[in-house]
């Protein structure tokens, strides 16, 4: 099966150069192309290809456009590999495209590009869910710093934490001092690139680039919260001050989903041809699950988890949550027929519960998710678990929660790992007797 790619270059002549490239390669299909940021994603939101591959500069601004586009379209299509190619050599830029993990990612110079398989090699990597950096790259990341380099080891390690977005008050936090204090370190970070520059340093251009364009971004934490969270919702977060570890109490409904058979499924399947599939089923999943106001926490293989009710508290996440089911289901259908008969089906089991959670950012200021921790999660695992193909399980307690009701089949109650008691729940659709 082919793996398809949506292209990104603003230069025709080397646009045209790698869709030759690719087109060498019986597995691959150019969906299209496209020469800005704009074009990019709405190109991407379009064809929805398992990869895309985009140069880094790009019209309005020519600075990161690729990086900055790439990012948007895996916030919008979770899954979906990115291939960046540079002239840049800087290993700065690579930092930045991988900021949020490494997981299907690749960075490559044009003028590399063309040996060998490099390229191919590249898009394959990525449309199953693997990495790869340019050697040269991965030399530049893993030399010493510059002997001669215009920073102290206190300055340098400033700039990157500002380059990787943490705010000022995040920094403060970690070096356990005050806002106004790095404020002023800052500003004498400025002070010493600038002399740097008119120095004549080409180290201290390189570093005060990065600077600006970082504090320009002004992404400060968001840029890691918004892969996992609605738009809005992100910014939303960050304002309530929540630092690394702070956690909210709510009651909300927590979802899990996962592909029946889905090891038997991979175990037959080509490689390329499973990967789009995910690709594809996460996609539609993201969408039905956003549709109705949903939180996807992760993807973890051929699972889905997502809450309701959190981070902004409402008072219908149970019928949000079980319409999301029921959209998932559907839109697994119609992916399914799209398959048949070349492909094999995904069916999907789906387990519902509400109840309390502690909602949490967990991991570090450079590396931060946002999810929900308790025994509603939990227990939403073990309902997940009782649920055929193209089932959805409710605990006692998101059938309580519900206005109205779907036709369901009410099950005797079973112990579960964890549990003292058995649990009841509800199974729709009925099945026939």
Request: proline share 5%.
């Amino acid at each position: 099966m082919t793996i398809s790619v949506f292209l990104a270059d603003d230069n025709l002549i080397v646009r045209e150069g790698v869709r030759a490239l690719l087109e060498l390669e019986d597995d691959f299909e150019v969906l299209g192309h496209a020469a800005d940021h704009d074009e990019l994603v709405a190109g991407a939101d379009e064809t929805q290809p398992q990869v895309i591959v985009t140069d880094i500069r790009m019209p309005p601004t020519f600075s990161r456009e690729g990086i900055e586009a790439a990012k948007e379209v895996r916030k919008r299509h979770p899954g979906t590999g990115v291939v960046i190619l540079s002239q840049f050599d800087d290993p700065d830029y690579a930092v930045s495209l991988l900021s949020e993990g490494a997981a299907g990612y690749a960075y490559l110079l044009k003028d590399r590009v063309g040996e060998g398989d490099q390229l191919a090699r590249a898009v394959r990597e990525v449309a199953s869910g693997g990495s790869m950096l340019d050697p040269t790259i991965v030399a530049a990341l893993t030399a010493p710093a510059r002997a001669d380099s215009t920073l102290s080891a206190a300055e340098e390690d400033l700039l990157q934490q500002i380059a990787q977005g943490r705010s000022i008050k995040a920094i403060a936090v970690a070096r356990k001092t005050t806002p106004a204090d790095v404020n002023a370190s800052i500003e004498a970070l400025f002070a010493t690139l600038a002399e740097g520059l008119t120095a004549g340093r080409s180290d201290s251009l390189d570093r005060l680039k990065l600077l600006q364009q970082a504090i320009v971004d002004r992404k400060e934490q968001g840029e890691s919260l918004t892969r996992f969270l609605p738009g809005g919702v992100a910014t939303q977060v960050l304002e309530q001050g929540r630092r690394p570890g702070d956690t909210e109490e709510l009651t909300c409904t927590v979802l899990m989903s996962d592909i029946r058979g889905y090891t038997t499924i991979a175990e037959h399947a080509d490689p390329s041809s499973l990967a789009g599939q995910l690709h594809a089923h996460r996609a539609a999943m993201n969408r039905a699950i956003l549709d109705r106001n949903g939180t996807v926490m992760q993807f973890v293989g051929d699972a889905v988890m997502a809450v309701f009710g959190a981070p902004v508290a409402s008072d219908d996440h149970a019928e949000r949550a079980v319409a999301a089911a029921v959209a998932m289901h559907e839109a697994q259908r119609q992916l399914n027929a799209q398959w048949a008969p070349d492909r094999p089906a995904f069916q999907l089991g789906i387990g519902l519960s509400t109840g309390p959670v502690a909602a949490a950012l967990l991991g570090s200021e450079e590396r931060l998710e946002y999810t929900v921790v308790g025994d509603t999660v939990n227990l939403t695992q073990r309902l997940q678990q009782w649920a055929e193909p193209g089932e959805t399980v409710l605990s006692e307690a998101t059938w309580a929660a519900l206005a109205e009701r779907p036709a369901a089949d009410e099950l005797e109650p079973a112990m579960v790992k964890g549990r003292d008691t058995a649990v009841g729940a509800h199974r729709f659709p009925p099945r026939a007797t």
